[in-house]
C-alpha cells in the first residue's frame, strides 16, 4: 500500500526473504528482490517508476553499487539507494554520497535482522512524502479489520457496505434488516473511526478489506 516501488539486492537468500517479508508486511507491496546483480540496470530500466528505492548491499555479485548506479545515472535514472552492508570503507561510502543518489546507510553488523529492517522500512517511508499517507492508511486498516472481525458475519457486511458509502435505507431494505439497525451500526462506525477520517478514506478502508472477511 506504501506508494513506493522497492529493488531490494542481497545476496544472502535467508535476509532477502526476510527483509522482502517485513518490508510487505509495512505496507510496501510493490517489490523486486533479487540475490544478484546480473542485467540489474535492464531490470531497473525495465520496472523503474517514481518513486522508487533500492535498497542492496554493498558487497553483492557481480557488480557492487559504486558499478551500477554511475551507469543508472547516465540513462536518467537517478534512484536513490540505502546501503545495508557489514563493513563498508570511508572512502567508498563517501564515494557514493558524492556521486549517487545515497538515501542512507545501515549496518548488519551486531544488529538483528528484525531491528535494521525496521529501521530500513521507516526510513523508506520518510524519504517518500506519500508514502507516510499510506502507511498510515494501511496501518488504520490493520485496526479497522480488527474491528469488523468482531462482529456477526451480517454486521460486517452492513459495515463493509457503510464503509462504500452506500445509503442506510438501501442497505437495509437489501439486507431485509431495520433502518434503525443500520442507522446504529453507522454510529458505531462513525465513533470507531472519528472525525479525523473523511469520506473518501472510508472508501480506501473498504477497499483494503479481504473478501473472506465480509462475505
Known amino acids: 500500500m506504501a506508494s513506493a516501488q522497492i529493488f531490494l539486492f542481497e545476496n544472502d537468500i535467508s535476509l532477502l526473504e526476510y527483509y522482502g517479508k517485513y518490508l510487505k508486511a509495512n505496507g510496501f507491496d510493490e517489490i523486486l528482490a533479487l540475490s544478484d546483480t546480473k542485467s ?24 557492487p553499487p559504486s558499478r551500477y548506479l554511475p551507469e543508472m545515472r547516465r540513462r536518467g535514472i537517478n534512484i536513490p539507494i540505502i546501503i545495508v552492508s557489514g563493513g563498508i570503507a570511508y572512502d567508498d561510502l563517501n564515494s557514493l554520497a558524492l556521486n549517487c543518489n545515497l538515501a542512507g ?35 488504520t486498516n490493520l485496526v479497522v479489520k480488527t474491528w469488523i472481525s468482531s462482529f456477526k458475519p451480517l454486521e460486517r457486511q452492513i459495515l463493509f457496505r457503510l464503509l462504500c458509502l452506500e445509503e442506510v435505507k438501501r442497505i437495509a431494505a437489501e439486507e431485509s434488516i431495520g433502518s434503525s439497525t443500520v442507522y446504529d451500526l453507522r454510529k458505531t462506525l462513525g465513533e470507531f473511526l472519528g472525525p479525523k477520517i473523511d469520506p473518501e478514506t472510508w472508501s480506501a478502508l473498504a477497499k483494503m478489506l479481504p473478501d473472506d472477511l465480509i462475505l
Open 40 to 63: 540489474i540496470i535492464e531490470t531497473v530500466a525495465r520496472a523503474y517508476k517514481k518513486p522508487s528505492i533500492i535498497i542492496s548491499d554493498y558487497y553483492i555479485d557481480p557488480s
Open 105 to 139: 546507510f545501515f549496518s548488519k553488523g551486531g544488529a538483528e535482522p528484525r531491528t535494521t529492517i525496521g529501521k530500513i522500512s521507516q526510513h523508506c517511508i520518510d524519504l517518500v512524502p506519500d508514502a507516510i499517507d499510506a502507511y498510515r492508511l494501511y496501518q
